[in-house]
Nanobody
Framework: QVQLVESGGGLVQAGGSLRLSCAAS????????MGWFRQAPGKEREFVVA????????NYAVSVKGRFTISRDNAKNTVDLQMNSLKSEDTGVYYC???????????????????WGQGTQVTVSS
């Protein structure tokens, strides 16, 4: 069992930056690949970025590549998302998620994630 708690959301102007953090409970954090998803009002939850268990592999959605950076610290049981050059279309609730899948191809698949946080709101004003 893994419990995830996100923090760091807020209101920022377009072009600004935010850093989200996800704290995980449990002693098996390094056994899970981690991902960030987001959901805008009236839209489906979409994949943003994922990182492998060791942190050696990352996968970014095209829309955020070059602007967002994911990192993890297995000693601290945390995964962070640095978001730069934010755009209004980045607005939404951001969710941290954990998957036991060992397939890199599945890191972008929402249904493969076993555990989810409660989400943190990110609002980018234009």
């Amino acid at each position: 069992q893994v419990q995830l708690v996100e923090s760091g959301g807020g209101l920022v102007q377009a072009g600004g930056s935010l850093r989200l953090s996800c704290a995980a409970s449990g002693r098996t954090f390094s056994s899970y690949a981690m991902g960030w998803f987001r959901q805008a009002p009236g839209k489906e939850r979409e994949f943003v970025v994922a990182i492998s268990r060791s942190g050696s592999f990352t996968n970014y959605a095209v829309s955020v590549k070059g602007r967002f950076t994911i990192s993890r610290d297995n000693a601290k049981n945390t995964v962070d998302l640095q978001m730069n050059s934010l755009k209004s279309e980045d607005t939404g609730v951001y969710y941290c998620a954990a998957t036991a899948s060992t397939s890199y191809y599945e890191l972008g698949v929402r249904s493969r994630y076993n555990y989810w946080g409660q989400g943190t709101q990110v609002t980018v004003s234009s």
